[in-house]
């Protein structure tokens, strides 16, 4: 849709613009989790194992399991989200995943460990803990308020699609 500022109908415009701010929150959404999880697949997984280790979190071998898990578990909840593929349970295990790298930034942040950069998107981009915990709150604030929105947050979705072909 292309906005006039021109035309007569721009309220009309700007309407549906605002209509569409929660399929485009959970298409970013899961545009972020697409990039990162395809960042770290992209490259050896003992690159994301090594940030693992950093974090003194976890035992060698569960460090392991998750550098080999957690990219591709990113990268189709990431398409999901993108594509409004079951959208509520998507949208439940990203909240999920956000807590759970919320929480062992926050571990990381009060033991002080010596981590400089996150590693959060691979060698793509590189930011500090407390940036990226902002950036893992703002993200898990916009999934929460989108849990409560579903109706709007399926607009342009295939679950949206599929339910009304079964219903036809």
Known sequence: MVCNL???NLFDCLRKLKNSRYP???IMIGGLFVVSGFEKLVGPYQNFLYVIQNYSFLPFFLGE????LLPWSEFFLGIFLVLGLW???TLRAVMALLLMFMGV???ALIRQ???TE???FGGLISFP???ILALDTTVFVFAWFLSFRMEEAERCSLDRYLARNESA
């Open 6 to 8: 021109w035309s007569p």
């Open 24 to 26: 485009l929150s959970r």
């Open 65 to 68: 399991i998750a550098a080999r």
């Open 87 to 89: 959208t509520k349970w």
């Open 105 to 107: 930034v926050i571990q």
């Open 113 to 115: 460990l010596p981590i």
């Open 118 to 120: 996150c590693g959060c």
């Open 129 to 131: 803990l407390p940036v």
